[in-house]
């Protein structure tokens, strides 16, 4: 059964800041990898989609890379802004088609 | 271009009482799922349908949750009878065809008393 862990469960930056999100699955046989957002009390936004034979994916200030063979994914933020506060989460997309299992998710703060 | 749509946003209710959540996917979206987010177990996926059938209701957690899907732009899930511990934030999904990229709403809010 895939298990999917993200480190830090929290996280607090000063505005500026460069971070990076780090998200693990135990079961390498994956279809691809998303990464959402969630602010508090709304539905999840989609940040950045990987597909299992890509190592990256850049939106804005927004890089996701994958590393399949180790299990890893990271979601670097460059330049962080308070509008970037929220819970980020990943989620693996199993061979078997849609079904998606994601981490606990990171609460991120960025301070002013 | 309107995305996921959930009703009701919330919804208070007693214990035993018929709950009723129903979402309209995106158009043209044939994979459907419903989510349950709790703060003690994150995101659970319930049951999830493929062109209005439904492929794995393994995550329903017992025989008081019901999901249909009548028509491609309509589904439900159903709680008879609600207990406090159903409470919780319902999420419905849509998907297109072979993308394996989740577009979600904004959810639905249930508290059973």
């Known amino acids: 059964k895939q298990e999917v862990t993200q480190i830090p469960a929290a996280l607090s930056v000063p505005e500026g800041e460069n971070l990076v999100l780090n998200c693990s699955f135990t079961?390498?046989?994956?279809?691809?990898l998303q990464w959402f957002r969630q602010d508090p009390g709304k539905g999840l936004t989609s940040l950045l989609l990987?597909?299992?034979?890509?190592r990256e994916q850049t939106s804005g200030r927004l890089n996701a890379s994958l590393d399949k063979s180790s299990g890893r994914s990271t979601l670097y933020i460059a330049a962080s802004q308070p509008g970037d506060s929220a819970t980020y989460l990943c989620?693996?997309?199993?061979?078997?088609?849609?079904?998606?299992?994601f981490g606990g998710g990171t609460r991120l703060m960025v301070k002013p | 271009d309107a995305g996921v749509i959930q009703s009701p946003r919330h919804e208070v209710t007693e214990m035993g009482q018929e709950v009723t959540l129903r979402c309209k996917p995106i158009?043209?979206?044939?994979?459907l799922f419903w989510y349950r987010q709790t703060m003690m177990r994150g995101l659970e996926l319930l049951i999830y349908?493929?062109?209005?059938?439904?492929?794995?209701d393994s995550g329903m957690p017992e025989d008081r949750f019901s999901a249909k899907m009548p028509n491609a732009s309509f589904s439900t899930l159903k709680i008879q009878p609600s207990e406090p511990r159903d409470s919780a934030v319902y999420f419905c999904?849509?998907?297109?065809?072979?993308?394996?990229?989740?577009?979600f709403g904004e959810g639905s809010r249930l508290t059973v008393l």
């Open positions: 999904a849509s998907s297109p065809q072979g993308s394996g990229e989740l577009f």
């Open positions: 079961d390498s046989a994956i279809y691809n």
């Open positions: 990987i597909q299992s034979s890509q």
């Open positions: 989620a693996v997309n199993d061979n078997a088609g849609n079904m998606l299992t």
């Open positions: 158009s043209g979206h044939n994979s």
């Open positions: 349908f493929n062109n209005n059938v439904p492929i794995d």
